[in-house]
Structure formats: C-alpha cells, structure tokens
C-alpha cells in the first residue's frame, strides 16, 4: 500500500454510512483478543498479545500506511473492531475522533465545544467512549455514531481538585464503574449514568510541598487495578502517597507514605503479583530512586530502592522477571535524554543499560520490547536481561526534519505500530508478517 498522508479528518454523512457499514461487515476489523481498548491495552500493563508480527519489519525504513492530523494532544489511542479512537485540539477545539484503524479515515468526530485539550487517552466500552478533557469534564458517547450520552464535570459537580497540569489519568473501567485519578485516592461514578458512587478527601489547601509550587497535591497518572480475580482493588496516587482502595466502595485498604512530596506522577505504578513498582520517587534525602513495594500482612513494605531506574513521564514494562524502562538522566544540555535500563525485579540489581540519547516511551509484545524516542525514533529489542539486543529500528518520520514531541507509548494491533506526536500526527507504520499481507 501507498503512504498516504491524510490532511483533513471531515467528510460527507454519506461518506460517514458506508464506512460504518463496511466497518461492520468487514471480516477485517472483527473484534479480537488482540483489542487495545484502553491506556496500555486490556490489561493495562502496556503489553500486546500480538502475535502476527515482525519485529524485523523496520529495517530499511518505515514502512509508513497513513498518516493523519489530528490536532494537537498527549492523548495516545485505543482500538476496538477494527476502529481507532483518539483525541486533540483541533482549531481552537477540542475533539474526540473514531477512525478506521486500517485506513485512518475518519468515522465520527465529537467536538468538545471548548479550546480545551484532552490529555487522557480514551477508553472504549461495550456501546460508550469516555473521554476527558484536561479541565476535568468528562464525556461518555456512543461508540456507534459519537453522539453524546451524558457528560459530567468533575470539579464543580463532584468536587475534584484539578491537577496542576490538568486531568490526564485515563478512566479505567471496572465493571459498572468509571475509576478515575482524581483527589488523594480517586473516584468512581456510575459508567451507565455518570453519577458518583463514591469519592476520596480533597488535598487540604496547605500541605507539606518542600518548596514546590507546580502542585496542586493531585497527579497525572492511570489507576492501576489488580488483575488478580479474587481481589478487586486500584492503586491511585497523590501528594500523600499511593493508595490501594477497594474499587465498590473507595474504601482504603492500605496507604503507602511517601518520604518527600514530589510535583506529580505521571509514570503508572508498575504491578505484579503483589508487588508494586514504583519508578518516579523521591528519598528522604531528596534522591531521586525507584522503589518495590510488597504487600505483607496487608501493609506495604519497601523490598528495595535505589537509582537505576527514575522515570518522570515513562512506564516501564515488566516481563518474566525483570523490569525494563527509561532512566531520566541529568544532562543540562539534553534535558528530555534517556537510556533504556533492565533491573531484576527481585533484587534491583542492573543488569544492562543502553543509551538512547533521547527519552522514550515503550510497550512490548511476544517478548519484544517495542520503544520510540521523543524525537520519533522506533527500536525493536529482545526483553532479555543478558544484554540489549536490538532487532531492527527506524525514524517514524522518513527523515522529515520537523518539531516533535513523542511522548506517548506506541501501540502494536493487528500488525501496525501507532504512533501519536504531541504535534498531532498519528502516524500508522505496517509491521505485519508478509504472509498476514498476503492473504489480507
């Protein structure tokens, strides 16, 4: 296939029917196991369950399939039957967009009505699409057609306090819930109808910030929730430390202090079985460290710190054991610079480092880490604790020279690679296996 690049995202109603009907009727966007429904797929831990893909697929360049503007925004995407859905401020307004994921033309457009960005990413759930802006309004609508269902405003309806930077955490579904960052352990509301159901304490208006002012006591970060079928609790954080809180009734099941406030997370708590990493903290000595917390007793305890790995925006990944993620390093000249390090997940021990030169996000699949720069480069890597193994990489953008900002983690569905620029391009880059091409 051609790259295309499409410069507008508006068409006919007509247009608009056949797209549904095809996308309804094609055996090519069925629903699969495969979906990326949310902030870091299904099961929120930033690994896809693809498999009919090739992670050689970028030597020799990108191979780009579309790409699209769609405003300016954070917000990465997330994928159902064959339909993607996104957002960003677009001519003085915000948007929420459904698109064809094989095509990248647009299916619907929701406009917000308001110049205000969507920095959370959207979640698709059975017939709805939560959005939420950076203000705190949230938005439910049809996954069908994009008409509105119901939308509530968080601060002034339910008493949130607005994060410095404004919202950003994701809405995570968990049964007929809406779980969302907000306060100092979160809230819930009804998916169906928006109305709470229940909602922890406001930071108090002063609180102990060691001389930070870009805080408001709230964070950035997705609730994390617990995989584990027999107990049903999320991880939020805020100024007072992280919580884990029954996700019925918001109660508070254990809290773990931090040593010194920090301006906000952005980076998700990283978990597996009952242990919980933590790769943006802050010593009681003002080190920037990473911490494993496990649960014991019912009351968490810190199994090891240290500073191999200190992110401020990047989730790390946690595969067969060990953890891989990117290592903010101080360099006056190069602030957004990163390297890629893997630490044993049950010591803390380093075991290999790779200087990247660039911050970077990533996700995995099938063993393979799956990394792209700020500046819009990819790598596929073997996640393997003996040594960085690199499979193939490229630049996203053809080597277009042009001001990015990839801050958002790339998304493997059905053999393409997503890739969201602060700028507004999404960009589809095709790593199927030729023989997945072939019969498609």
């Not at 033309?105 to 802006?133: C, H, K, M």
């Not at 008493?159 to 404004?166: E, F, K, L, S, T």
Request: net charge neutral; with cysteine; glycine share 12%.
């Amino acid at each position: 296939m051609n790259h295309r690049t499409i410069t507008s995202v508006y068409f006919c109603p007509a247009l608009l029917i056949v797209l549904i009907l095809f996308g309804a009727c094609s055996g090519g966007s069925a629903k699969t196991e495969f979906d990326w429904p949310r902030w870091r797929g299904a099961n929120g831990d930033g690994i896809s369950r693809e498999t009919e893909w090739d992670p050689k697929a970028l030597a020799g360049g990108s191979k780009i399939l579309w790409t699209v503007n769609l405003g300016s925004g954070y917000s990465n995407v997330a994928i159902e039957d064959g339909r993607l859905y996104t957002a960003g401020l677009r001519s003085g307004r915000g948007h929420i967009y459904c698109l064809n994921a094989d095509t990248g033309e647009q299916i619907w457009r929701y406009s917000t009505g308001t110049p205000v960005e969507l920095q959370a990413t959207p979640t698709v759930d059975g017939r709805n699409v939560y959005g939420l802006n950076k203000n705190g309004v949230l938005y439910c609508l049809k996954k069908g057609t994009g008409g509105l269902r119901w939308k509530r405003d968080l601060v002034s309806e339910y008493g949130a306090v607005q994060p410095y930077y404004g919202f950003a955490g994701s809405p995570v579904v968990v049964g007929d819930l809406l779980v969302l960052t907000a306060n100092t352990s979160g809230m819930a509301l009804n998916k169906k109808t928006g109305q709470l159901l229940w909602a922890s304490e406001k930071p108090p208006e002063e609180f102990p910030t060691f001389g930070l002012t870009n805080t408001t006591g709230t964070d950035y970060c997705t609730p994390v929730v617990s995989a584990d079928e027999d107990e049903h609790y999320a991880l939020l954080s805020s100024w007072k430390g992280l919580s884990s809180v029954d996700i019925e009734t918001g109660k508070l099941l254990w809290l773990y202090e931090w040593a010194l406030a920090t301006d906000g997370m952005t980076a998700d708590p990283l978990i597996f079985g009952h242990k919980f990493y933590i790769a943006h903290g802050v010593s009681n000595l003002r080190q920037l460290v990473g911490f494993l917390l496990a649960v014991e007793s019912g009351k968490p305890n810190v199994r090891w710190e240290n500073a191999h790995l200190w992110s401020t925006i990047s989730t790390p990944i946690y595969w067969e054991g060990h953890i891989y993620g990117c290592h903010n390093l101080p360099d006056n000249d190069n602030p957004d610079r990163g390297s890629l390090r893997c630490l044993n997940a049950e010591t803390g021990e380093l075991c290999w480092e790779q200087d990247l030169g660039q911050g970077f996000s990533l996700s995995a699949a099938a063993g393979k880490l799956i990394i792209l720069t700020t500046r819009g480069k990819l790598h596929i890597a073997e996640a393997t604790p003996s040594s960085y193994q690199e499979i193939s990489s490229s630049d996203v953008l053809g080597g277009k020279r042009k001001p990015v900002k990839f801050w958002t983690p790339p998304v493997l569905c059905r053999g393409k690679l997503y890739c969201r620029d602060y700028g507004g391009d999404l960009i589809c880059v095709d790593v199927r296996q030729r023989d997945v091409v072939a019969r498609q």
